[in-house]
């Protein structure tokens, strides 16, 4: 069985940093491009950052460009997300996602269709 599971949310002050882990365990998913979407109350969940399988295709939304890094390692099933100069706006429930099984290796998650497996989630509040 497919389990995922975040680690790394919690409190800081605007302007500070934060690092999100997501081991995965039941499978391997070297093949699969890997995600964090993020959630706040009364929002979607909407696609922060995505890596491909081969991490040679990265996709950042345009609003944490320049302040969030995606990194892989595909011997442990982990993908990371490094947030620098978090602002407010960042609070939100963070969800590690999966993509779906491809050989095309700069295939990478844009929206919530591309997701196969999702993680619990994990809380991040920064406050101002």
């Known amino acids: 069985q497919v389990q995922l599971v975040e680690s790394g949310g919690g409190l800081v002050q605007a302007g500070g940093s934060l690092r999100l882990s997501c081991a995965a365990s039941?499978?391997?998913?070297?093949?699969?491009?890997l995600g964090w979407f993020r959630q706040a109350p009364g929002k979607e969940r909407d696609v922060v950052a995505s890596?491909?399988?081969?991490?040679?295709?990265?996709f950042y939304v345009d609003s944490v460009k320049g302040r969030f890094t995606i990194s892989r390692d595909n011997a442990k099933n982990t993908v990371y997300l490094q947030m620098n100069s978090l602002k407010p706006e960042d609070t939100a429930q963070y969800y590690c996602?999966?993509?779906?099984?491809?050989?095309?290796?700069?295939?990478?998650?844009?929206?919530?269709?591309?997701?196969?497996?999702w993680g619990q989630g994990t809380q991040v509040t920064v406050s101002s």
């Open positions: 890596i491909s399988w081969s991490g040679s295709s990265t």
């Open positions: 996602a999966v993509g779906r099984r491809t050989y095309y290796s700069t295939s990478i998650l844009r929206s919530r269709s591309d997701v196969d497996y």
């Open positions: 039941g499978r391997t998913f070297s093949l699969n491009a």
